[in-house]
């Protein structure tokens, strides 16, 4: 752990000012992930908080059952634009340190240019298959949900290429380059699209508000291109490039079968709950969701920072660096998680009762969907540290499981207990899978990864 400035503060009076100063300030590692992580953070915080203003007043304008199509056809976006890219964008924290490790240049960039065409590319066919598939089952697609769901489609290629674009940028600790656009910038469009669409006087039911969002997401999409390509010029010599399409898709498949496989099992809920309970009681699930969203941005935000430094630390061989670096993390994404459970628990109602009085039903959901956030949150980011070290294979064999219990659960639970139950189910199904990364990663990498006690090799 001597290789953690953090560790560096005594007791002392002088050591704990210190340890205060070097967490806001400092140039080790520690502290600049501390910097970098609360960076994003800060980023997804002033996200959640223009993106929960919006849902505010999407609910209130819209009305609880067209704000419940809207939130369907939105988190199908999420879900399949987060699928969509491959898993490069979470692999280029992994492929991008390594390529500069090695001194491989013209794969690097290749990879910085290729990454995004193909992307692209692919998810533009996805994109116009996926328009067909709506117009084979519109006949049992509600009708206000159709339009909404063709509008979805035209947003997932945006969607897909800054994703990728995200990771891109992340790999150079760009952190606001590759968040804010989809964080910030995207956000608040939507609510300057909707907004004006209320006071020219338009009905804004989920179609519109689906366009306000496609235009949001493409919008932000190329400003970010714009701004990445001149810091990259920058950045990265000029010269021939090399693309190992095969190598990057050896990587990232992997990994996307890891992100999907989380991405249903974080899903699941709200999409089972559609099929099975009115899209007002979807409306009231999605608004204690986002109200707990607080608690997943910290997890996030550490991920996010620590991700490419484990694939750099990893490929220079430098065990002992990685396992204070572990440990580090771990620490920063629970301790943070369990203080923001608590604060949103404690101010729920008032919270809920931003959406609309009758969004306030959901208060008790609360309780049992932080119960999975936060026993998530006692081992860290160590899915992260799984996929860089080269083990996407194993760590999608535990993500498995846990989606299929999650979907079993969710369909027993649901038709009877609602919102309750897909938030007992996700609770448990996140539980389960907890215990799973905690052995796997005891048993391949030989540490001990949770919150409590020392963290670090195992016996």
């Known amino acids: 752990m001597a290789v953690m400035d953090a560790q560096s503060a005594t007791a002392s009076p002088t050591g704990m000012i210190a340890r205060l100063r070097g967490l806001v300030g400092g140039s080790g590692e520690a502290s600049v992930t501390r910097r970098l992580a609360g960076t994003i953070f800060v980023i997804r915080v002033v996200s959640a908080v223009v993106a929960y203003l919006s849902q505010i007043m999407l609910a ?44 491989e240049h013209a794969l690097l960039r ?201 694939a750099e630390y990893n490929a220079l061989g430098d065990k002992a660096r990685l396992s204070a670096y572990v440990a580090h993390a771990i620490q920063w994404t629970f301790w943070p998680s369990l203080a923001a459970t608590i604060l949103l628990l404690a101010f729920g109602r008032p919270l ?20 999975g956030l936060v026993v998530r949150a006692a081992i860290g980011p160590v899915e992260r540290l799984l996929n860089m070290l080269g083990h996407q294979k194993i760590c999608a064999l535990a993500y498995a499981p846990a989606f299929v219990m999650n979907l079993v659960l969710c369909v027993a639970l649901v038709p009877r207990f609602g919102g309750h139950g897909a938030a007992a189910a996700i609770s448990i199904s996140l539980s389960f899978e907890t215990v799973l990364l905690f052995w796997i990663v005891r048993r391949r990498l030989g540490l001990h990864v949770l919150a409590f006690g020392k963290i670090g090799s195992g016996p």
């Open 60 to 103: 209130r304008w819209m009305g609880s059952s067209d704000y419940g199509v809207y939130v369907y056809v939105w988190t199908w976006v999420l879900l399949l634009g987060s699928m969509m890219d491959f898993g490069i964008s979470a692999s280029a924290q992994k492929l991008i340190p390594e390529y500069r490790t090695a001194g």
């Open 110 to 310: 290749g990879f910085l240019s290729g990454s995004r065409w193909l992307t692209f590319a692919v998810s533009t066919a996805v994109s116009l298959l996926l328009a067909g598939l709506v117009t084979l089952l519109s006949p049992w697609i509600g009708t206000d949900t159709v339009v909404p769901l063709y509008i979805g489609c035209l947003t997932l290629p945006a969607f897909v290429v800054a994703n990728t674009q995200d990771g891109i940028a992340r790999s150079h600790d760009w952190m606001r380059l590759g968040l804010m656009p989809q964080f910030i910038v995207r956000q608040a469009l939507i609510i300057g699209f909707t907004a004006g669409a209320v006071v020219l006087g338009f009905h804004l039911g989920a179609t519109a508000a689906m366009l306000a969002s496609a235009a949001a997401v493409w919008i932000a999409m190329i400003g970010q291109m714009l701004v990445l390509n001149r810091r990259l010029a920058v950045h990265v010599e000029p010269g021939e490039k090399a693309y190992d399409v095969s190598g990057w898709l050896a990587v990232s498949l992997p990994i996307l079968l890891v992100e999907s496989f989380y991405l249903l099992l974080s899903y699941t809920d709200v999409l089972v709950l559609q099929q099975f309970r009115s899209s007002e009681e979807v409306g009231v699930y999605f608004a204690v969701v986002k109200t707990l969203a607080l608690v997943s941005f910290i997890h996030y935000a550490m991920a996010a920072t620590t991700a490419h430094r484990f």
């Open 352 to 371: 809920l009762w931003l959406f609309g009085p009758q969004f306030v039903v959901g208060y008790d959901i609360m309780f049992l969907a932080a119960i």
